[in-house]
């Protein structure tokens, strides 16, 4: 193995990420040394990670090569110096509420000193037990007799990986997070799927992906690299869009190879248009993707670059103009009885122009003399009673697109809360793009499931009760 890949994985990078690529056939320890080096929070958890790896494959020179274990508990010992050295530690006593980077230092030797207490006793030699006890005399006192364990989910572990660390010392739990990204689990275990834990996960990848390109490029290129890709689309399609809407986009320019969506505009409002699935991007600028499809992101893309040039105000004009059309068109010159506003548009029951509405969230249908124009606000009522509201006799006509309209949105609902985002106004365009834009830069992420939704007095969607007062976790 290359001298220099080897000293860039085991300084920088996961020795059992190495080890996957069949290339550290023996790992020669007089090769392997510290140097003083800027210790942190991450060179902490990658030392105990992988010098709990080398003592796991080394395990075996205690009945063959006694020499290269002892070699192995000298070379952790001078580890242990230096960090000592670093962080000028006079006293080896464990801070359970750690505040700074010596204090993870000092449990990560801990968790490490205990599981090899406790493995002396089985490996029955008393030369090997005195030489470890001479090294670490001054942590000894503070292990033996206490409950020590650092706990942690290995990759694939029921098949699946969900990152989950705890330190126990004498009853006492402490729970830490982010240590995978320094670590480099995902990218040792890329079909990962997402949970709670990881939300805090993507700015500490980002540092640590710039961190490697410099460091350690070998050890980028062969560790990193082959599944970067992969492990960054599996981030932007699972992770909450809050988080995704927030921090995706520092990391989209470290690589060529990580993962980009459809379209990219980093704009807020072209930002939140990318990270969306297409159907809801589509229905937020106006298409009437209920009743005509689903158009192309090549044809979302030009409303965005309408949105950025003319702002928002001026493509909602446009739009606007195309519903008025649409409206003369509907009511082949029947009178319409809706109220209207002092620019003589018609409102809904609401007070909401209508032409402000996404076109299959208004319907028109005739009503002897007149006709009448109905919206998504009223749709749920019309839906279940089925006939016209302002004489309770007349059949409406139109109850299958009005039944697709709200299966639609429930739809969307679900979709939106399948990734932590909570959307529950259903309103004009531009009441829709406000609500949520709102709701993905508050960071409040949805955690319990959907019932079924209604419209309350005041226009707004209820969703079992406004979502029964609504939970949240902040992430």
């Known amino acids: 193995m290359d001298d220099a890949f080897l000293k860039e994985t085991f300084l920088y990078g996961n020795l059992e990420l190495g080890f996957s690529l069949r290339e550290i056939k023996k790992i020669d320890l007089t090769k392997l040394s510290f140097e003083k080096s800027e210790f942190d929070l991450s060179f902490s958890w990658r030392c105990y990670k992988n010098f709990k790896t080398l003592f796991s494959a080394r395990e075996v020179d205690v ?121 480099d689990t995902y990218f040792y275990n890329p079909s990962f799927k997402y949970s709670p834990g990881m939300y805090k996960d993507i700015i500490p990848i980002k540092d640590r992906l710039i961190f490697l390109k410099e460091k350690a490029p070998q050890y980028f290129e062969k560790c990193i690299m082959p599944n970067l890709e992969i492990v960054t689309k599996n981030i932007f399609n699972q992770y909450p869009y809050q988080i995704i809407f927030k921090e995706y986009l520092e990391i989209l320019d470290i690589h060529p190879l990580i993962y980009k969506p459809d379209m990219v505009f980093k704009t807020e409002l072209g930002w939140l248009l990318s990270i969306l699935p297409i159907k809801i991007s589509a229905f937020l600028l106006g298409y009437p993707v209920i009743s005509c499809g689903i158009p192309s992101w090549e044809n979302i893309s030009k409303c965005i670059e309408k949105i950025e040039q003319q702002g928002l105000d001026n493509y909602l004009l446009e739009l606007n103009k195309r519903n008025k059309t649409i409206l003369d068109s509907l009511s082949f010159g029947v009178t319409i009885s809706n109220g209207f506003d002092s620019n003589e548009d018609f409102v809904d029951l609401l007070y909401e122009r209508v032409i402000d509405y996404n076109f299959d969230d208004f319907i028109l249908f005739y009503n002897s003399k007149a006709s009448h124009i109905f919206t998504f606000p009223e749709f749920d009522n019309i839906n279940k009673k089925q006939i016209n509201p302002y004489n309770n006799k007349t059949r409406i006509p139109m109850i299958d697109r009005i039944s697709r309209n709200l299966e639609m949105k429930q739809e969307f609902i679900h979709t939106l809360k399948e990734r932590g985002l909570m959307f529950e106004s259903w309103g004009t365009i531009r009441i829709n793009f406000e609500d949520i834009l709102h709701n993905i830069k508050s960071g409040k992420i949805m955690e319990q499931k959907i019932r079924n939704y209604r419209y309350d007095v005041q226009g707004r969607i209820n969703i079992g009760g406004l979502f029964e007062r609504m939970g949240y976790y902040v992430g």
């Open 63 to 183: 009945l063959n090569d006694i020499e290269s274990y002892k070699n192995l508990i000298k070379l952790y010992k001078d580890y242990v110096v230096l960090g000592e050295t670093y962080y000028q530690i006079n006293d080896r006593f464990i801070n359970i509420k750690p505040n700074c980077d010596k204090d993870y230092f000092i449990i990560s030797i801990y968790s490490m000193l205990s599981d090899l207490d406790s493995k002396m006793i089985s490996y029955d030699n008393q030369d090997l037990i005195n030489i470890f006890g001479s090294y670490f005399y001054d942590y000894l006192p503070f292990i033996h007799g206490q409950d020590v364990l650092l706990n942690f989910n290995s990759p694939f572990k029921d098949n699946e990986w969900k990152p989950r660390w705890k330190f126990i010392y004498n009853r006492e739990q402490l729970n830490l997070d982010i240590i995978d990204c320094y670590l």
